[in-house]
């Protein structure tokens, strides 16, 4: 009896749940009217605008900035900014979880490999609604070649954090080190001395240093080399088309539109066996294919020489600041001209979620953060005078009496959304206010892949991808950091490429190759 | 019909104090599985949970689409198999080992440090575990291997060593919280069946396998269906962080939860997410029901239900 009655319960449960969470689904199905006009002074739209933080915030100074910051942009926007300050470890996943319950969420951060789920399960807005507009004129001009960047499969999801995005590989040394073995005066490195001018060396020389580097110091590791897959990039370059199952190969050919596999590619090849050659001889740390401790904890407690690293200008300045250590940048690289891909500048963007009850006006808002100095300053450095000061050179820093150990408000982050280049330069003790312009000229050194503003939209290939990444996964680590030995590195490869298409790589590849040339024939 | 009245009269107050953990169970464990059906769904935000299209089994293709899927199904079944097996019989060893101590102060003392481990977080296990075998400045190549003599073993890329290796730790820090429960069942065993036994001049060996054994069979029943229940499951932080997510190792590493870690980490798929989820709960329940049904058969009383 008791039984029964349980199950009717719980059957009856069942069935209201279903119910009351379609009842929510319709709600939100209802159109948002859009009308620019509605809002005013004394009725502004209620945005809420998400962020992740990179430094701890003070609470009461984070409200009083929100504060000033309202004071500015409800006459002036008829826009009330409400700040949702997230967690840089688990901002993706707090604003996939935000998309399905009913949150208010208007502007939010996309990181480029959740693009394509995130704009098919129709959490994001098509911005292309809003470009014809006046707002969308200015971001047109603030952004030039790069507004349409954000754009997969016809949908304009997000605008790219206006900043340099070339990056340049080489090498991080050991000032002392170097100084002592008279590896300085050799190849003539500088204190400071990191601005990309054309040219570099090449890896045969940095063979003859690491050589001569373990020949003095056998205890210490004479390079380091990260185990993301993205320090492969210091050795050797592709357009990897997001996600690296089928690429352009574009050391062999930068003009190249031809989609192939990464991982059978000459290039590919001959890099990872330089670099097993390398691990072989005890020229690379033994721990980097499972190194958590990353190259500047291991440069600060003396345990490496040097680590590969992408290089630009300003760059030792701030990681000497971390390490505690001089140091110099080596630049090596094939060709004068480094490569620049969709995802590149692409890495992080600005979009709409489909939450919001006004896109028009969110829209709104994020021109701003690339036309409005003044909001940008306020969102990044706080209220002047309160939080920073201008100093006489025209850089920001904090007020007298604030630093980086007892400041209250301090985000830094125009890099990963807005525009960068219109607030001021953070004069960290190494900057002056020719930074940006000095970013804007190591930019000048890339010339873009053939696929640059190509987004590839992998949505019907969730399967594949999410396949392929374990195969991948399985044997990268090991090749890209040489820890495979040079004995395997051939049978490896073989079981990598053939687990890779056992996993439906060719589907992949081709339906890329597809994408791509729909794309190039648009253009 | 009248006696039914009675008898709900009579345990009212029994099934009020049931209320709230009821409610709590249905609430928390009833309500969100009708979100399952997302496993089964082309999910998207604008249609919701239920509204969003069917796209049948696609969402379960990925589980299976790689000779992966018998890896990892082989992985977890073999390693919680092992774990159940190791952890409960090591458990109940320590155990007698322990109770069978005339120094009190000491059992504590025991008994604490074998429990220790298990309140450790697996972050700092794999550190641990590091430090003993990594290939730079491990103690095991560079305080034991190279002084005797012996060659270098490069742990990290050397898969055939993993399972002893994950077993070994598993049991390190799990089996403090087996030993507990076994502690205070042997506790609750009548001394005077010891007395007796003394009396008789039953050996401790007889004791044990007379007494002690049969008295704790239902708790290990317990324990054994409980963790029967998660073979399908895995710590994640033993197989993710311990091997430090090592791709060489795969073979021997890999279980299921690290696997749609990996490949749905970069993606945020919800659908297949759900999907993973949903393969994992139906195995383990059908395994404790097939578990259950054994037990019942071989003694009804030990059953769970």
Known sequence: MIKKTATLILAFAMMIMPAGCGQRASEEAAPGQAAGGKYSAENPYHLVFAFPEFYTQDDAARSAVEKAINDKMIPEYSIEVEFLPLQFSEWENKVQLMFTGSDELDVIPIYFERAASWISMDALIDMNAYMDTEDGAQINSALGDWAAVGTMNGVLYGFPAKKESTQVGGLCLNADICDELGITEKYGFKSYDDAYKGSSHTWAEVEDILAAVQKAYPDIAPLYVNNADASLKTFVQFDNLIDSFGVLDWNADHDTTTVVNRFETGNYKNTVTMLADWYDKGYIYKDSAIDTQGDFALMKAGSIFSFACMLKPGYLAEKEATVGRRMYAMYVYDSEHTQNTSTDVNFYNTGIAANSKDPEMAFKFIRALYTDAELMNLWQFGVEGVNYQVLEDGTAFFVDGEDSSNYTYFQNSGWMMGNQYIGYVWNDGTKDATYWAKLEEHDGWADSSAAFGFMWDSTEYATQISALNNVKNTYRAALQTGSIGSAKVESTLEEFNNALYAAGLQDVIDEKQRQLDDWLSKQ | ?305
Not at chain 2, 105 to 131: C, D, E, H, N, W
Not at chain 2, 175 to 199: K, R
Not at chain 2, 216 to 239: N, R
Request: proline share 4%.
């Open chain 2, 1 to 305: 019909m009248k006696i039914n009245t009675q008898k709900l009269g009579r345990y009212l107050p029994l099934y009020l104090m049931f209320l709230p953990g009821a409610l709590y169970l249905v609430i928390n464990n009833y309500l969100p599985m009708s979100g399952l059906v997302v496993a089964f769904k082309d999910y998207t935000v604008r249609e919701g949970l239920f509204g969003s299209p069917w796209n049948g089994l696609k969402n379960f293709e990925f589980l299976f689409r790689t000779p992966d899927a018998w890896v990892i199904t082989r992985n977890t079944i073999l390693y919680n198999l092992a774990f159940i097996v190791v952890n409960n019989l090591l458990g109940i060893i320590f155990a007698i080992f322990i109770c069978d101590l005339a120094n009190k102060r000491l059992k504590k003392v025991y008994q604490s440090a074998i429990l220790f481990p298990y309140l450790m977080s697996t972050v700092i296990v794999g550190y641990i575990v590091f430090a003993f075998l990594s290939p730079s400045s491990g103690m095991i190549n560079n305080g034991i291997l190279k002084p005797l003599g012996f060659n270098e073993v490069n742990w990290y890329f050397e898969a055939g060593y993993w399972w002893v290796i994950i077993v070994f730790v598993n049991t390190w820090k799990g089996i403090g919280y087996g030993c507990l429960i076994y502690v205070s069942s042997i506790n609750g065993i009548d001394p005077e069946h010891y007395e007796a036994a003394d009396l008789d001049g039953a050996s401790k060996w007889r004791q044990i396998r007379h007494i002690t054994l049969p008295s704790v069979t239902p708790t290990i029943i317990t324990l054994v269906l409980l963790a029967i229940g998660k073979v399908f499951y895995s710590d994640f932080g033993l197989f993710y962080q311990v091997p430090r997510d090592s791709g060489v190792l795969y073979s021997t590493t890999n279980v299921i939860d690290t696997y749609v870690y990996r490949g749905l980490m970069k993606q945020g798929n919800i659908g297949m997410s759900a999907a993973a989820g949903f393969y994992q709960s139906v195995c383990g329940f059908v395994l404790v029901l097939t578990a259950n049904f054994i037990v019942s058969k071989i003694n009804k009383e030990n059953a769970l239900f």
